[in-house]
């Protein structure tokens, strides 16, 4: 597994050296406005230890942060109005872990994404044959 990169862009927004506008806030998790947003709504939700991934947060996290990121994915949801009992459609959570899925930040962080039809999830086919 890749170690945690200190410089890469979410530690540097937990850190304050670059500015963020947060969604919600928590001991446990930031949750602010993607920059290239793939939806009418797209938040991200990091939590605050060193996580590489959703696997190294799995394997490492302690109960109380992984209690505490995942009900900061959920009161963000509900925060932007995307949860049904807010009046919203609903939404999709996406977490990319590795090259392969194309994880761009080395630190575990969840899309929330919503404000419409968002549309089937399709499943690529591998191309590569064992």
Do not use: C
């Amino acid at each position: 597994m890749t170690a945690y990169d200190e410089s890469n862009v979410f530690a540097k927004i937990l850190r304050g050296e670059i500015p963020s506008k947060p969604v919600h806030e928590d001991e446990h998790a930031l949750a602010f406005p993607d920059i290239n947003p793939l939806g009418p709504t797209h938040i991200l939700v990091i939590p605050k230890g060193k996580y590489v991934s959703f696997e190294d947060f799995a394997a490492k996290a302690s109960e109380a942060e992984i209690v505490g990121f995942v009900r900061a994915i959920a009161e963000t949801a509900k925060k932007a109005g995307l949860t049904q009992a807010e009046g919203g459609q609903g939404f999709r959570l996406i977490a990319n872990a590795g090259p392969a899925a194309h994880q761009e930040v080395p630190h575990l962080h969840m899309h929330i994404l919503g404000g419409g039809n968002l549309g089937p999830v399709g499943m690529q086919k591998s191309r590569d044959k064992a």
